[in-house]
């Protein structure tokens, strides 16, 4: 089973490939940091399970947000429709859109080339979702089209 200690020296590989100075555990293994002066993404090391969780604040609804919103993503989460294999919450209290990722430990430390890879792709995935929740919140037709993911779009460069 892997350990802190096993979880912040992956983390010092990622510093090194990444030049994020940010990617620096507090004492829980929790690691927040801001990309682009868009998305926190923070992640957090289960050491009883051997897991990563990734999560990332998509968007904050109002209260009157249309039913549509909700639809779509429940949609995402039921089906998993458009999600790259992670999930949806909803923050009840701020209503709050946060998107959920979980990564194995062993898988991740393994290639932490191909980890970067995936947050790269999640990324791309919160920034097509942000988009379509504002569209959505601003009664576009756009909203319903499917997302298309800009595989140009790069946010890690060492």
């Known amino acids: 089973m892997p350990t802190l200690e096993e979880y912040k020296s992956f983390l010092s590989v990622l510093r090194k490939q990444t030049g994020l100075d940010a990617l620096t555990p507090d004492d829980s293994g929790l690691v927040s940091f801001r990309v682009e002066d868009t998305y926190i993404v923070n992640l957090q090391f289960v050491e009883p399970s051997s897991k990563i969780l990734c999560f990332i604040e998509v968007a904050e609804l109002p209260l009157d ?70 569209n959505h919140l601003a009664g576009s037709d ?12 790069i946010f890690f460069q060492p």
Do not use: H
């Open 65 to 134: 947000a249309s039913k549509d919103v909700y639809r779509d993503l429940l949609a995402s989460a039921l089906f998993g429709k458009e999600t790259a294999g992670g999930f949806f919450a909803l923050e009840p209290e701020s209503e709050t859109v946060v998107y959920n990722y979980i990564f194995d430990f062993d898988k991740a430390a393994a290639s932490p080339e191909q980890f970067i890879e995936t947050l790269e792709k999640i990324l791309q995935l919160v920034e097509v979702w942000t988009e379509r929740i504002q």
């Open 142 to 153: 756009d909203a319903d089209a499917a997302p298309s993911l800009q595989q140009n779009q």
